[in-house]
């Protein structure tokens, strides 16, 4: 006889997941086998390992696969609340350190732009001046000539059909 129960019905009965019970197959903390179905392959669990009575009696006082899983459970009692305020104080102390951290920096950071700028202003405004002489003297160097003046009959000298 087949003292052994699906997936679903094992998650039924344990009121947990079917992802779950998978899960804990595949790991072996679950008593199960792998078989072929005309469906495919799919896991059966042994009725002992879950706590259903199987055809041949108990599972003679083994932890079953339901113990198992609430034992896994943490206990959301006084000693978690008192862990997560601990935690909490911790979270909000590191985070304050590390606003003061970041406060530092922006003020060391505007520091170094300021020394940037000026250093910039008194490495240019020497050259500035430079570029200006330079600039003056191009101008002056590729000026045009200033125009001749020609008599107006050598302006007209070549149009010799209007004469």
Same mark, same amino acid.
């Given at each position: 006889?087949?003292?052994?129960?699906?997936?679903?019905?094992?998650?039924?009965? $344990?009121?947990?997941?079917?992802?779950? =019970? &998978? &899960?804990?197959?595949?790991?072996?903390?679950?008593?199960?086998? !792998?078989?072929?179905?005309?469906?495919?392959?799919?896991?059966? =669990?042994?009725?002992?390992?879950?706590?259903?009575?199987?055809?041949?009696? *108990?599972?003679?006082?083994?932890?079953? %696969?339901?113990?198992? =899983?609430? +034992?896994?459970?943490?206990?959301?009692?006084?000693? @978690?609340? =008192?862990? @997560?305020?601990? #935690?909490?104080? &911790?979270?909000?102390? #590191?985070?304050?350190?590390?606003?003061?951290?970041?406060?530092?920096?922006? %003020?060391?950071?505007?520091?170094?732009?300021?020394? %940037?700028? +000026?250093?910039?202003?008194?490495?240019?405004?020497? $050259?500035?001046?430079?570029? #200006?002489? !330079?600039?003056?003297?191009?101008? *002056?160097?590729?000026?045009?000539?200033?125009?001749?003046?020609?008599?107006?009959?050598?302006?007209?000298?070549?149009?010799?059909?209007?004469?």
């Amino acid at each position: 006889m087949d003292e052994s129960v699906s997936v679903s019905q094992a998650a039924h009965a $344990l009121n947990r997941s079917e992802r779950t =019970i &998978r &899960r804990k197959c595949e790991s072996g903390k679950l008593k199960a086998r !792998l078989v072929s179905t005309p469906a495919g392959r799919e896991w059966r =669990i042994e009725a002992a390992a879950i706590g259903q009575p199987a055809a041949n009696g *108990a599972a003679n006082g083994a932890a079953t %696969i339901h113990e198992e =899983i609430t +034992s896994e459970a943490p206990d959301i009692g006084q000693p @978690a609340a =008192i862990t @997560a305020a601990t #935690d909490l104080a &911790r979270i909000e102390s #590191d985070v304050q350190q590390i606003k003061a951290f970041l406060a530092g920096q922006q %003020i060391n950071q505007a520091t170094l732009n300021d020394q %940037i700028k +000026s250093a910039v202003v008194e490495a240019f405004t020497p $050259l500035s001046a430079r570029i #200006d002489e !330079l600039v003056t003297e191009l101008e *002056a160097a590729t000026a045009p000539p200033p125009a001749r003046k020609t008599p107006g009959f050598a302006r007209r000298s070549w149009r010799f059909w209007e004469k």
